[in-house]
């Protein structure tokens, strides 16, 4: 079955559900909704796997060629990308999943290949309540239209690959990395622009890539006097970026839900949590306000607390830097990183102990 069919098909759904009352339950498929669910487990892992082999162009946007006019339109996908080993996007992963939920709560699960690559034709569900944005962020233009009572009175376009709303999470054995907010697939109905990677990108690409693994961050650390430049910014780069980074860090606005009633020129989750680990000390930085058309607007400053803040070297282990990213049952956002034994947080952990020095 190609995706066009697929489209029809999403369309007479939705046409159906539009028939009847739609309810949307406004603290489930948004960012704050889904902000700390674990990983679907009932579901056969790769059941949704593209036909062939697909061993070509790893790392690259794989819409410019699977789209409606394009070389490979005998293919198209509704997503497809590249998964690694590692944030640098240097090295692929082989057997890697990646997972997502859909807003009706649709699983579909895809497998990397010894590429690295996954592909699918599986139908993702539209979100009647879209919201138009720029990459996420300002100007935000609601795709739907409701009455003055905020009931719906037309929902956005199910054709239109911006509706097809999900969260994923990325899995490789026992590791699991969330990806904590709600992605929008983006593009036209002709073209499924933003592949995984295409925000998540190879070794050139700031935001690094789409991956998951075992492997600690440096091949090795020493015993003792760690370092926090060579050794510990490493592991929290690698780790804790893009979330806990200087300046803006807010969820993008992809749904009605991430609008607040009273600004709806902000998104309504700081997902760093006012924390910056990509600086020692914290960070003050003075950024742009933009405006509902997304124009420069005066500036504000946005300060969060960093590194020092979050370490305790009297009691290493119960540091909130390693006790919320641990594999327990704590939250947090982002998900677990490692286990007790994982290399990167012994090394964290002993440097924590030696006094948590900026050396």
């Known amino acids: 079955m190609n995706k066009k069919m697929y489209i029809v098909i999403l369309g007479l759904a939705l046409s159906a559900a539009t028939a009847m009352a739609i309810i949307y339950d406004e603290s489930d498929f948004s960012a704050g909704g889904r902000m700390y669910e674990p990983a679907p487990e009932e579901h056969q892992v790769g059941k949704d796997n593209g036909d062939g082999q697909g061993f070509h162009h790893p790392g690259e946007d794989c819409g410019l060629c699977h789209k409606v006019g394009g070389r490979a339109e005998k293919y198209l996908w509704t997503m497809a990308g590249t998964l690694y080993k590692n944030r640098s996007g240097t090295t692929i992963l082989k057997g890697g999943e990646v997972i997502m939920e859909d807003r009706d709560g649709n699983v579909i699960s895809m497998t990397s290949n010894r590429a690295g690559n996954f592909w699918t034709e599986a139908p993702i569900a539209s979100d009647p309540y879209t919201v138009s944005n720029y990459h996420g962020h300002e100007p935000f233009s609601p795709m739907y239209t409701e009455d003055e009572d905020g009931n719906l009175l037309e929902p956005a376009d199910p054709d239109n690959p911006k509706t097809w709303h999900y969260k994923t999470w990325l899995r490789k054995g026992k590791i699991v990395r969330t990806m904590m907010t709600i992605g929008g697939i983006g593009g036209s109905p002709v073209y499924n622009r933003m592949s995984c990677n295409m925000h998540h990108g190879g070794i050139t690409h700031r935001s690094g890539a789409l991956w998951v693994g075992r492997n600690s961050t440096l091949p090795s650390y020493p015993a003792e006097n760690l370092s926090y430049r060579k050794h510990i910014y490493p592991i929290l780069r690698s780790?804790?970026?893009?979330?806990?980074?200087?300046?803006?860090?807010?969820?993008?606005?992809?749904t009605k839900t991430d609008l607040p009633p009273s600004d709806p020129a902000s998104t309504c989750i700081d997902y760093s949590g006012g924390l910056d680990l990509?600086?020692?000390q914290g960070s003050t930085v003075e950024v742009a306000k933009l405006n509902a058309e997304g124009k420069p607007d005066?500036?504000?400053?946005?300060?969060?607390?960093?590194?020092?803040?979050v370490v305790d070297t009297s009691a290493p282990s119960e540091?909130?830097?390693?006790?919320?990213?641990?594999?327990?049952?704590e939250q947090h956002g982002g998900g677990k990183f490692w286990s007790k034994r994982s290399a990167d947080y012994i090394a964290l952990k002993q440097w924590i102990a030696e006094g948590a020095e900026n050396n």
């Open 298 to 309: 005066g500036t504000e400053i946005i300060k969060k607390i960093g590194v020092v803040q």
């Open 239 to 254: 780790n804790c970026a893009p979330c806990h980074i200087p300046g803006k860090s807010k969820t993008s606005v992809n």
């Open 319 to 329: 540091s909130i830097l390693l006790v919320k990213t641990l594999n327990n049952d």
């Open 278 to 280: 990509m600086t020692y």
